[in-house]
């Protein structure tokens, strides 16, 4: 077999990786196209190399001492557009970049997609843990992910009521784990459509710069909300921006734990007040008020590894390593379980050495 994907050995990984941290991986491929994600998984299965697909980096966790494995970084380009009565069918290769799709759509007038802007990451990745922010989250608006089956490298379908979404959840994060590449996302999005404005803090933000009851659809409207929420990440450093310190993060490090309504209703009893959302399957606590409860503010440090100053749930690497950073990461899971009896779990992929 030639091999004419881009393949390159001991490549360190910190620098594929939005915190910024890791060792090397032993192999690391480009994959520009389908072909040449097939040929990388053939190199890896002819010599037993474990395979990290990776996008943005946005949401995995490298180990200091590096990957013994195959990183897989998927660089699919390229969008098309299918025009359908008042909707737009959008396909996206897994490699686009996500925050330029989603202005890209914008520009369009597409409505479906503008409370997602600013969140770093690729295409392929987003339905991999259904991303969501300010009242949207991809599911919405996926009609299909294609996919190729990393066993039997054949190219796979799924509409999107077969990706088994949930809250920061899907098939391939769950069951189907590592079984597939994402190669590539359709989304059916509303031509001149309304944009959705759910959360109240982002009504708040329009309305500061926008008359509401003028407010109409398209692309002016959905600019506007895109807008809204880019100025609302960035004061939240939740925007990925090389001048601000805050923002060398994966985002939110932990998941918004669901708890049933009688662990609920215990906990309100020791407790009195307790901020919550209802959530499939029970009751949605925000993590960041667990986390602050638990006596850990913004800002709280342990070494180099630090609790965002603008985000109680950002981990941020001001000068650290990935095993500080985690030694932080669980003396918060630690101090929210004695205190609340909760389990907080970890929103980043933490990629181990072997
Ligand atoms: C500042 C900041 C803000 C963020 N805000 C949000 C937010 O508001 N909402 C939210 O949901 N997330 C948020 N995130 C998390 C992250 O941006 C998203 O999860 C994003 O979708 C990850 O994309 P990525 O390409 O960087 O994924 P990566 O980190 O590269 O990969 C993440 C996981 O997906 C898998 N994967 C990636 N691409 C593919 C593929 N093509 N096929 C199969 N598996 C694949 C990887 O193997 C890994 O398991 C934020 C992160 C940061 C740093």
């Known amino acids: 077999m030639t091999e004419t994907f881009l393949l390159r050995e001991d490549v360190p990984l910190s620098g594929y990786s939005t915190i910024g941290l890791g060792g090397a991986a032993r192999y690391f491929a480009l994959s520009r196209s389908q072909e040449e994600v097939v040929q990388a998984l ?63 759509c914008i520009d369009r007038g597409l409505a479906g997609l503008e409370c997602l802007s600013g969140i770093p990451g690729a295409v392929g990745a987003s339905p991999i843990q259904n991303v969501g922010a300010y009242g949207q989250e991809v599911r919405d608006t996926i009609v299909r992910v294609d996919a190729l089956d990393r066993g039997s490298l054949v190219a796979v379908a799924f509409d999107g009521r077969e990706c088994g979404f949930g809250y920061r959840q899907s098939r391939f994060k769950g069951n189907d784990k ?18 959705s404005i ?3 803090e982002l009504r708040k933000q329009i309305e500061s710069s926008v008359d509401l009851q003028s407010f109409g659809a398209g692309r002016p409207a959905l600019q506007a909300v895109a807008d809204a929420v880019r100025a609302l990440r960035r004061r939240k450093s939740m925007v990925i921006d090389p001048s601000d310190p805050q923002s060398k993060s994966l985002g939110s490090f932990f998941l918004n734990p669901v708890i049933t309504t009688e662990a609920f209703e215990r906990l ?43 985000h109680a749930l950002a981990l941020v690497n001001l000068g650290t390593t990935t095993s500080e950073l985690l030694g932080l990461a669980r003396r918060i899971q630690e101090g929210v379980r004695q205190r609340f009896g909760i389990s907080l779990d970890m929103e980043p992929v933490v990629v181990l050495q072997d």
């Open 42 to 104: 053939r190199f890896a299965r002819s010599r037993a190399l474990r395979v990290q697909v990776l996008g943005g980096g946005s949401n995995t966790l490298f180990a200091d001492a590096g990957f013994n494995g195959i990183v897989v970084k998927i660089e699919l380009r390229g969008v098309s557009y299918l025009e359908d009565g008042d909707w737009c069918l959008v396909s996206a290769a897994a490699g686009e970049d996500w925050d330029t799709f989603v202005r890209a």
């Open 178 to 195: 590592d079984r597939f590449v994402v190669t590539g996302v359709t989304f059916r999005l509303q031509r001149n459509g309304p944009p």
């Open 198 to 200: 759910r959360y109240p």
């Open 268 to 310: 309100k009893e020791r407790r009195g007040e307790v901020p919550s959302f209802p959530a499939e399957g029970g009751i949605k606590v925000p993590a960041a008020w667990l986390v602050e409860q638990a006596g850990f503010p913004r800002g709280y440090r342990l070494g180099g590894a630090a609790i965002s100053a603008n």
